[in-house]
DNA sequence: CACGGAAAGC
DNA sequence: GCTTTCCGTG
């Protein structure tokens, strides 16, 4: 029995920028956790949206030859998983061994289109969790610092 | 390990 | 803007 998470399927296509974007780290994590072969690797773990890195040094690997940056480690991707922390697509669990969670209705916003965002179940869901007191224009703000809309 | 400032690269 | 690199701190 394995871990399903209610992703639509445009969430898991990190590499459908017509713009040729560079791939972001949390996009080439949702690749690997897709993915079973990577299941000794990296996988959904715990709560909802939470995941555990099982081999830090292979996930580094495999980002450093996505990336070509040879001499990727964990250190340093850890960095850059950090710097979500306050853009809110990610956080730490705290007292668990290399083990995130994706904040699921952020990261799913930011792939929203934005036409229809309004009244998506992702933006109810959101403020709900939140208790309403994330403002409409910082989500939308997200949005558009992330270039996410390619379509 | 985990955190976050600082600076540099692209 | 999103890391990559480096590193002091807890």
């Not at 399903?4 to 996009?27: C, M, N, T, V």
């Not at 580094?60 to 306050?86: E, F, Q, T």
């Not at 799913?108 to 998506?120: F, G, K, Q, T």
């Not at 939140?130 to 390619?150: F, H, M, P, R, T």
Request: proline share 5%; glycine share 6%.
């Amino acid at each position: 029995l394995k871990a399903r998470f209610a992703f639509p399927d445009w969430a898991y296509k990190p590499e459908s920028s017509p713009g040729s974007r560079q791939i972001q780290l949390w996009h080439f994590i949702l690749e690997l956790l897709q993915k079973e072969e990577y299941q000794g690797v990296i996988a959904w773990q715990g709560d909802y949206g939470e995941f555990v890195i099982k081999d830090p040094d292979e996930v580094a690997r495999l980002w450093g030859i996505r990336k070509c940056k040879p001499h990727m480690n964990y250190d340093k991707l850890s960095r850059a998983l950090r710097y979500y922390y306050n853009k809110r697509i990610l956080h730490k669990t705290k007292g668990k061994r290399f083990t995130y969670k994706f904040n699921f209705s952020k990261v799913v916003l930011v792939n929203y289109p934005i036409l229809d965002m309004a009244n998506s179940p992702f933006f109810l869901a959101q403020n709900h969790f939140n208790g309403g007191v994330l403002k409409k224009n910082e989500q939308i703000n997200l949005i558009v610092s992330n270039s996410a809309l390619d379509y």
